[in-house]
């Protein structure tokens, strides 16, 4: 015995899903992508960061005098 043929307004949801199921998976290659790339500039970020914190510590240390005190 065979299974009863979808009429035409089930086989219009099953595309309508499909279609929808197709863009939701773009909209997560999107926004994976999306999230990539900011990873990538927090990582920049984070290196230029911590570069201009060790310049600025190296450029403000305090000269010492000699009796120790700070100028």
Not at 26 to 45: K, P, S, Y
């Amino acid at each position: 015995m065979s299974s009863p043929r979808p009429d035409s307004d089930d086989v219009a949801r099953i595309e309508a899903l499909r279609a929808e199921l197709r863009r939701l998976r773009g909209e997560v290659l999107r926004l994976e992508e999306d999230n990539r790339v900011l990873r990538e500039r927090i990582a920049f970020l984070v290196r230029e960061l911590e570069q201009t914190r060790r310049t600025s510590r190296a450029a403000y240390r305090p000269r010492r005098t000699r009796c120790g005190a700070g100028i």
